[in-house]
């Protein structure tokens, strides 16, 4: 089944903790991306990756950190967590030829 | 620079009632418009994508370049319909990638019995 898996589902931390968010897609696909949901905002871009070692800022990279040393796996990092982090969090991959897939989504809260 | 505006937060209909949610896009060439669906809990699928030109569980959308406007549309509102729907917009000139997607604020439709 083609899919993005996100890990944690659900994750709380506190101030200033390393935390790092898994995706995974099974769909060959070149590019992906992270997204934060919240409310009245909608989604807005934090990262994306054009394919293996190649990524670049999104809309709000600001505390965030990306690597894609596989085609598969994007994990999106935060260095040093701040309770503005505190959002729900989507990875979705797509191809040039596709529509954007998305994980089951990330609900971080940082206190 | 490429915009999405969803200018309804919420749009409440009864069952039965035809509903339409609001797009406009500011974009310079030509766009890829997508509606994508949020229900409850749960992750955003796909709903439309304009170059299919299909009918998904009833829903329309037809892309207006003269009005800049990609209106999602459907006869009859079920209660199933009820979820968040996220208009998007991806192209040439998406920021340095055509495939990044901008999305709207959403719009959270109720249907109520």
């Known amino acids: 089944e083609a899919q993005v898996t996100q890990n944690p589902r659900y994750l709380i931390t506190v101030t200033g903790k390393k935390l790092t968010v898994t995706c995974s897609q099974n769909m060959n696909h070149e590019y992906m991306s992270w997204y934060r949901q919240d409310p009245g905002l909608g989604l807005r871009q934090i990262y994306y990756?054009?394919?293996?070692?190649?990524?670049d800022k999104g809309d709000v990279p600001e505390g965030y950190k990306v690597s894609r040393k596989e085609k598969r796996n994007f994990p999106l990092i935060l260095e040093s967590p701040s309770p503005n982090q505190t959002s729900l969090y989507f990875c979705a991959s797509r191809s040039w030829d596709t529509e954007a897939f998305f994980g089951q989504g990330t609900r971080l809260t940082v206190v | 620079a490429q915009r999405v505006t969803q200018p309804e937060k919420l749009l409440s209909v009864f069952k039965g009632a035809p509903v339409e949610l609001k797009c406009n896009y500011s974009?310079?060439?030509?766009?890829?418009l997508f509606w994508y669906v949020q229900y409850s809990r749960q992750r955003l699928q796909l709903l439309l994508r304009h170059i299919s030109r299909e009918s998904i569980k009833g829903f329309t959308a037809d892309l207006n370049k003269g009005e800049t406007s990609f209106h999602l549309k459907k006869p009859f509102a079920q209660e199933e319909d009820s979820a968040m729907y996220y208009c998007a917009l991806s192209g040439p000139n998406s920021g340095g990638s055509n495939y990044k997607l901008t999305f709207g604020k959403g719009t959270l439709l109720t249907v109520n019995p």
């Open positions: 990756s054009m394919n293996v070692e190649v990524t």
């Open positions: 974009y310079s060439g030509s766009p890829e």
